[in-house]
């Protein structure tokens, strides 16, 4: 069955600091999304990657999907606060109900 | 973006009694619907996919008479842990796949979650 590696598990950066989160697939993926998460609450759409190579960014966050389609970096320069949370990647793996299987998560902590 | 809620969004019961929680995409209607359980310090573990007007599609290792899912209508979906015990304690999260979406493109919307504690 197709897994997901998200890395690292957890992260604390110095505020303003660039830092950067892995999720790599042992298939390879038809979609990659990546959600953010606050304890407690649903989870916030970031960023969908669907072809090779694909790059997309908003505001401070970049995100990136390999050529072969197997591994994608989410990429925060300059972090803040609000940046604070847990990061999870998602994959589309090509069923017909379009379910998505999850990485573990990255939980960021941003110190002041 | 679409907006899912859900209902109630922390419930406390007694081990034994069955407890029912909504799924309603507010905006949008969503033919086919998610559940999720989450562990604490865990990622996400798809529980069943519910289409509207047919029986929900359970993941392996899911009880299907224990979580009965039900999506009667194109705008809500309801989850029912029946004879809920203390094990059954977590986070469940809903979300409904953007039904605009072109081909595999369609991010799925995530309601609040429901915060289930048996006791």
């Known amino acids: 069955s197709q897994e997901l590696e998200q890395s690292p598990q957890s992260l604390i950066v110095q505020e303003g600091k660039n830092l950067t989160i892995n999720c790599t697939s042992s298939k390879t993926l038809y979609g990659l999304y990546w959600y953010k998460q606050k304890y407690g609450e649903g989870l916030i759409f970031l960023m969908m990657?669907?072809?090779g190579g694909e790059e997309k960014s908003h505001e401070k966050i970049t995100a990136k999907l390999d050529e072969k389609k197997q591994q994608s970096s989410l990429h925060i320069t300059a972090s803040q606060p609000s940046h604070a949370g847990i990061y999870l990647c998602g994959a589309d793996r090509g069923g017909s109900n379009y379910q998505l299987i999850w990485g573990a998560g990255t939980k960021l902590i941003i110190k002041p | 973006g679409a907006v899912v809620s859900q209902h109630p969004s922390w419930v406390i019961c007694k081990s034994g009694t069955s407890v029912k929680i909504e799924c309603r995409s507010l905006?949008?209607?969503?033919?086919?619907m998610f559940w999720y359980r989450q562990f604490p310090k865990k990622s996400l573990m798809l529980m069943a996919t519910s289409n509207e007007g047919s029986k929900a599609t359970y993941e392996q290792g899911v009880e299907k008479d224990k979580f009965l899912i039900n999506h009667a209508s194109l705008t809500l979906s309801t989850l029912t842990v029946t004879s809920a015990h203390p094990e059954d304690s977590s986070f469940y999260i809903c979300s409904a796949r953007d039904p605009s979406a072109q081909g595999r493109t369609g991010e799925q919307y995530f309601g609040p979650g429901t915060r289930l504690t048996v006791t």
């Open positions: 990657l669907q072809k």
């Open positions: 905006d949008f209607q969503a033919t086919t």
